[in-house]
């Protein structure tokens, strides 16, 4: 049975993947699903990797997995990021 200080909760039954993500924000406290890196081109906007970060982990960490990654798939040096204010050196 499923409680609220359960730790394994079920938020969904189709996707059972889903995890709350607590965003600390007085309008959106938390929102559900999974934290996605996405890769892609600046100018074409080709993707070039897509990766689900389950756990919730520090944006600030998952940076130079999303790089390796891309280039691994692209076969190809990445030379130049463009980030969002979540990712901070």
């Known amino acids: 049975m499923q409680e609220k200080t359960s730790k394994e909760k079920l938020y969904s039954l189709y996707h059972p993947e889903v995890e709350c993500i607590s965003k600390g924000k007085v309008h959106k ?5 999974c934290k996605v890196a996405i890769v892609t081109t600046h100018k ?3 993707c070039l990797s897509i990766e689900a970060l389950h756990g919730n982990p520090y944006d600030g960490h998952t940076l130079p997995q999303a ?7 692209c076969k190809s040096n990445i030379k130049e990021i463009f980030v969002d204010k979540g990712i901070k050196e």
């Open 67 to 73: 790089i390796n990654t891309a280039e691994k798939l």
């Open 44 to 46: 074409e906007g080709l």
């Open 29 to 33: 406290k938390y929102e559900f699903g």
